[in-house]
């Protein structure tokens, strides 16, 4: 599904990535760890096309498609989907009014009709139930004054709705408390399935406890440097990001 | 300064129309002062230099177009060119349309608070121009304690002829005490051409009446519209004005608030989207004489294409104003790298025991917002048209009049729309 080949990606003149290279499989679920300033979220903010950075080597291939050449809104249409790790305010744009007119370009792209309004009232209800979401909370300004956990469960019922075939999740964890990590986490896991993949970005392993990876890579200065299953995670939890530092600075 | 040709012409007019006449004294005032240049402090960024120049038709004919039914007005009216015309079978009990001269001699209690009436507060020289040469002076007379159900419409329109024109309009809406209307006026522009637009409106607002106004500019390219509306409210009055600023080459809104009574609520909202070749100028006036009152104040901009956008927001809170609560707002998008916006608030408070705040805002579409929108599959052009929506929608949603509020979304929506596509 995803062939990430030797990518290189700076921000100004500073470089990043550097040499990264991953595949992922229609129905795997992929941990990407790694320190603080390892280049986990900008690998993220590459696949969903963020204009920041300059991608100065390397290819990336969706579904055998040059992902590299396409915009941040073709890549959703072609079913890629960033879980924020910051979601951003939109001010007087409501999720419900947000969703309809993403789905609708997305139809559009992919040459089909636009959704009615009873239709989206179906499916949205549909959706709200995988990740107990709120009426209220979806027709407020998108983003705007939402708590940290509020905001996350918003993510995933973005990613509900769009139903992307690979779902990348930027630090989805952080800022959450325990009860909303799980109820996150049983929203992803319910969205799996055999033709959809996720790749986790985090420093943490607890919530690897509720997404199950079946791989776990550790990325260091802008390298995967370690690749392994799911005990690498509770490796890395037990022994810290040091022993692994130091084995590739050698 | 008039060029030598200008002044000329116009001291024939003024002739014409007797040297010591009210007209020709206002006529021999403007060739003095001449069109506002970029050297009056009020003008800086809407110079009218240029239009010391022109030749023109100092008093154009009426030229009714319009079709006035609609159902969801009362009352119609029209001007066309500065005269006004109107469906006298529709005359409702309970407000009248007349001449000045006619309104004086039937409302003589008028006399007085015409008399006293404040001094304007910035030199003006379009004033004196409009005083000399308007062709009608019309009052709209609503009284006592009269409610209009639906609303009163007046339907500005200028009509470009064959050489460069000048209109001149003047209208006068006495609310007697406790009455409630709602005024729509939509102005407008027929034909192609250089019309100069010079609108006089003077509003009074008697004890307890409550007065909606919505304004409506749209104007053809070639119109410069100069716009004073001038209210006065008595205690326990509501005033709450809505600008619309959609096309012209240029407009000028002189909108001031005289507040003379305690217990006045003035409302000031606008919303202007120039594009290109537009530039729209909004000076607001508003002017706590007494104490225990509250204005609200909240102007927002779209600027597109080159677009020139200027705010000037006055609020004097004079000493005997205590406990005046004055609030505004002015926020703008630059939604083209080629536009500009020139912002002013200008609080003067002399008054100690107040509550007041302004604040004003010039900025660019979030680029964050942008790539979020854009990450879930809604393209660069429709994410900044729903962003540049959502920003307006807070003006165009305090409208409670269903068929204006539809219209007027509508034409923004449209407006947008293009540019949007246009920059991409």
């Given at each position: 599904?995803?062939?990430?080949?030797n990518?290189h990606?700076s921000?100004?003149?500073?470089?990043?990535?550097?040499g990264?290279?991953?595949?992922?499989?229609?129905?795997?679920?992929?941990?990407?760890m790694?320190?603080?300033?390892?280049?986990?979220?900008?690998?993220?903010?590459v696949l969903?096309?963020?204009?920041?950075?300059e991608v100065?080597?390397?290819?990336?291939?969706f579904?055998?498609?040059?992902?590299?050449?396409?915009a941040p809104?073709e890549?959703?249409?072609e079913?890629i989907?960033?879980?924020?790790?910051?979601?951003?305010?939109?001010?007087?744009?409501?999720?419900t009014n947000f969703?309809k007119?993403?789905?609708?370009?997305i139809r559009?792209?992919r040459g089909?009709?636009?959704?009615?309004?009873?239709?989206?009232?179906?499916?949205?209800?549909e959706k709200m139930?995988?990740v107990?979401?709120?009426?209220s909370?979806?027709?407020r300004?998108?983003?705007?004054?939402?708590?940290?956990?509020?905001?996350k469960?918003n993510?995933?019922f973005?990613?509900a709705?769009l139903?992307?075939k690979?779902a990348?999740?930027d630090e989805t964890?952080?800022?959450l408390d325990?009860?909303?990590?799980?109820?996150?986490?049983?929203?992803?896991?319910?969205?799996?399935g055999p033709?959809?993949?996720?790749?986790?970005?985090?420093?943490?392993?607890?919530l690897?406890?509720y997404?199950?990876?079946?791989?776990?890579?550790?990325?260091?200065?802008?390298r995967?440097?370690?690749s392994?299953?799911?005990?690498?995670?509770?490796?890395?939890e037990?022994?810290?990001?040091?022993?692994?530092?130091?084995e590739?600075?050698? | 300064?008039?060029?030598?040709?200008?002044?000329?012409s116009?001291q024939e007019?003024a002739q014409?129309?007797g040297?010591?006449?009210v007209?020709?004294?206002?006529?021999?005032?403007f060739?003095?002062?001449g069109?506002?240049?970029?050297k009056?402090?009020?003008?800086k960024y809407?110079?009218?230099k240029d239009?010391?120049?022109?030749?023109?038709n100092?008093?154009?004919?009426?030229?009714?177009t319009?079709?006035?039914?609609?159902?969801w007005?009362?009352?119609v009216?029209?001007t066309?060119n500065?005269?006004?015309?109107?469906?006298k079978s529709?005359?409702?009990?309970?407000?009248a349309l007349l001449s000045?001269?006619?309104f004086?001699?039937?409302?003589?209690?008028f006399?007085s608070?015409?008399?006293?009436?404040n001094?304007?507060?910035?030199?003006?020289s379009?004033?004196d121009?409009?005083?000399?040469?308007?062709?009608?002076?019309?009052v709209?007379w609503i009284?006592?304690?009269?409610?209009?159900?639906?609303?009163i419409?007046?339907?500005?329109q200028?009509?470009?002829?064959?050489?460069?024109?000048?209109?001149?309009?003047?209208?006068l809406?006495y609310?007697?005490?406790?009455?409630?209307?709602t005024?729509i006026?939509q102005?407008?522009s027929?034909?192609s051409?250089?019309i100069l637009s010079?609108?006089?409106?003077?509003i009074f607002v008697?004890k307890g009446?409550?007065f909606t106004y919505?304004?409506?500019?749209d104007?053809?390219?070639?119109?410069?519209?100069v716009?004073?509306?001038f209210?006065y409210?008595?205690e326990?009055?509501?005033?709450d004005?809505?600008?619309?600023s959609?096309n012209a080459?240029?407009?000028?809104n002189?909108?001031?608030?005289?507040?003379?009574?305690?217990q006045?609520?003035?409302?000031l909202?606008?919303?202007?989207?120039?594009?290109?070749n537009?530039l729209?100028?909004?000076?607001?006036?508003?002017?706590?004489?007494?104490?225990?009152?509250?204005?609200n104040e909240?102007y927002k901009?779209v600027?597109?294409?080159?677009a020139?956008?200027?705010f000037?927001?006055k609020?004097?809170v004079?000493?005997d104003?205590?406990k005046?609560?004055?609030?505004?707002s002015?926020r703008?998008?630059l939604a083209s790298t080629?536009?500009?916006m020139?912002?002013k608030?200008?609080?003067?408070i002399?008054?100690?025991?107040v509550?007041?705040s302004?604040?004003?805002t010039t900025?660019?579409?979030?680029?964050?917002?942008l790539f979020?929108m854009r990450s879930?599959?809604?393209?660069?052009?429709a994410?900044?048209t729903l962003?540049?929506l959502?920003?307006v929608?807070?003006?165009?949603?305090?409208?409670e009049?269903?068929?204006?509020?539809?219209?007027?979304t509508?034409?923004?929506?449209?407006?947008?729309?293009?540019?949007?596509d246009l920059?991409?």
């Amino acid at each position: 599904m995803l062939s990430i080949k030797n990518l290189h990606a700076s921000i100004g003149e500073k470089e990043i990535l550097r040499g990264i290279d991953l595949e992922v499989k229609a129905g795997e679920v992929h941990a990407i760890m790694g320190p603080n300033g390892s280049g986990k979220s900008t690998l993220a903010s590459v696949l969903a096309g963020r204009e920041d950075y300059e991608v100065t080597a390397g290819s990336v291939q969706f579904l055998g498609k040059d992902l590299l050449e396409l915009a941040p809104e073709e890549r959703a249409a072609e079913g890629i989907f960033l879980a924020f790790q910051y979601p951003v305010e939109i001010p007087g744009v409501s999720t419900t009014n947000f969703l309809k007119s993403a789905v609708n370009e997305i139809r559009k792209y992919r040459g089909e009709d636009p959704m009615d309004a009873v239709q989206f009232l179906k499916m949205f209800k549909e959706k709200m139930a995988y990740v107990n979401i709120d009426q209220s909370l979806l027709s407020r300004a998108l983003n705007e004054g939402f708590s940290g956990g509020e905001k996350k469960r918003n993510e995933i019922f973005q990613m509900a709705v769009l139903d992307p075939k690979l779902a990348i999740l930027d630090e989805t964890d952080s800022g959450l408390d325990i009860d909303a990590l799980r109820i996150v986490a049983e929203g992803v896991n319910k969205l799996k399935g055999p033709d959809n993949a996720t790749i986790v970005v985090t420093h943490y392993q607890r919530l690897l406890d509720y997404i199950v990876p079946d791989y776990v890579h550790v990325l260091y200065k802008g390298r995967i440097v370690k690749s392994g299953t799911k005990e690498l995670a509770l490796e890395l939890e037990e022994r810290g990001y040091d022993w692994i530092k130091s084995e590739v600075d050698q | 300064m008039l060029t030598a040709e200008l002044n000329n012409s116009l001291q024939e007019i003024a002739q014409n129309l007797g040297l010591e006449s009210v007209q020709g004294k206002a006529l021999q005032e403007f060739i003095s002062k001449g069109f506002p240049t970029s050297k009056w402090e009020e003008w800086k960024y809407t110079s009218l230099k240029d239009f010391n120049g022109i030749a023109r038709n100092w008093s154009p004919k009426a030229n009714f177009t319009l079709s006035s039914s609609l159902d969801w007005a009362d009352f119609v009216v029209q001007t066309s060119n500065g005269y006004v015309s109107w469906d006298k079978s529709r005359i409702q009990e309970g407000f009248a349309l007349l001449s000045f001269e006619e309104f004086l001699q039937k409302c003589p209690q008028f006399e007085s608070t015409w008399s006293k009436k404040n001094p304007l507060l910035e030199q003006n020289s379009l004033f004196d121009l409009n005083v000399a040469l308007n062709p009608q002076h019309m009052v709209l007379w609503i009284k006592k304690d009269t409610e209009v159900t639906k609303a009163i419409l007046h339907q500005y329109q200028v009509a470009a002829s064959e050489n460069a024109s000048a209109v001149q309009a003047r209208w006068l809406i006495y609310l007697e005490e406790g009455a409630k209307a709602t005024f729509i006026e939509q102005q407008s522009s027929t034909g192609s051409g250089d019309i100069l637009s010079n609108f006089v409106q003077e509003i009074f607002v008697e004890k307890g009446a409550q007065f909606t106004y919505l304004k409506e500019q749209d104007f053809q390219t070639g119109v410069s519209h100069v716009d004073h509306t001038f209210i006065y409210q008595a205690e326990g009055s509501q005033v709450d004005t809505f600008t619309f600023s959609l096309n012209a080459s240029l407009i000028r809104n002189n909108l001031h608030f005289y507040i003379e009574g305690p217990q006045v609520v003035s409302n000031l909202n606008g919303l202007y989207v120039p594009g290109e070749n537009q530039l729209m100028d909004s000076h607001t006036v508003v002017d706590h004489r007494m104490p225990h009152s509250e204005s609200n104040e909240l102007y927002k901009g779209v600027l597109m294409g080159n677009a020139t956008g200027v705010f000037n927001g006055k609020i004097f809170v004079r000493q005997d104003a205590q406990k005046t609560n004055a609030f505004q707002s002015c926020r703008n998008v630059l939604a083209s790298t080629r536009a500009t916006m020139n912002t002013k608030p200008q609080l003067e408070i002399w008054a100690d025991d107040v509550k007041c705040s302004h604040g004003t805002t010039t900025g660019q579409l979030n680029e964050e917002a942008l790539f979020y929108m854009r990450s879930r599959g809604i393209s660069l052009p429709a994410a900044r048209t729903l962003l540049l929506l959502a920003f307006v929608q807070e003006v165009i949603n305090k409208v409670e009049h269903t068929e204006m509020r539809e219209l007027l979304t509508e034409k923004i929506v449209s407006k947008i729309q293009q540019s949007v596509d246009l920059s991409n």
